[in-house]
Nanobody, 123 residues
Framework: QVQLVESGGGLVQPGGSLRLSCAAS????????MGWVRQAPGKGLEWVST????????SSADSVKGRFTISRDNAKITLYLQMNSLKPEDTAVYYC????????????????WGQGTQVTVSS
């Protein structure tokens, strides 16, 4: 069965960096777009970033553009999110998700989600 396991979250000071990883199994990872979605305390889900199956096309929310970078290693079957210049408003549970398509044009098509990893940005 499809499994997505996030890691790399933690407590970081404002301006710091973290790299999240998402280990995938149970499906043909290189055939599908993948993405990251977050949920801040008391708020709804917010799409963060998407990468296509080949890894040569990405898109990100305006709130993280220029600070976060999504990438993937299809040989290692792993998705990443490099987060730099972190702000307190980035505090959230971060989920990786599998898209139903290879292009990832709409995050409403995410059909499998990980359990999430907590990121807390605070001094």
């Amino acid at each position: 069965q499809v499994q997505l396991v996030e890691s790399g979250g933690g407590l970081v000071q404002p301006g710091g960096s973290l790299r999240l990883s998402c280990a995938a199994s149970g499906f043909s990872f290189s055939s599908y777009a993948m993405g990251w979605v977050r949920q801040a305390p008391g708020k709804g889900l917010e799409w963060v970033s998407t990468i296509n199956a080949d890894g040569d096309s990405t898109s990100s929310a305006d709130s993280v553009k220029g600070r976060f970078t999504i990438s993937r290693d299809n040989a290692k079957i792993t998705l990443y999110l490099q987060m730099n210049s972190l702000k307190p408003e980035d505090t959230a549970v971060y989920y990786c998700a599998k898209d139903q398509t290879n292009s990832g044009s709409n995050w409403s098509r995410y059909d499998y989600w990980g359990q999430g990893t907590q990121v807390t940005v605070s001094s």
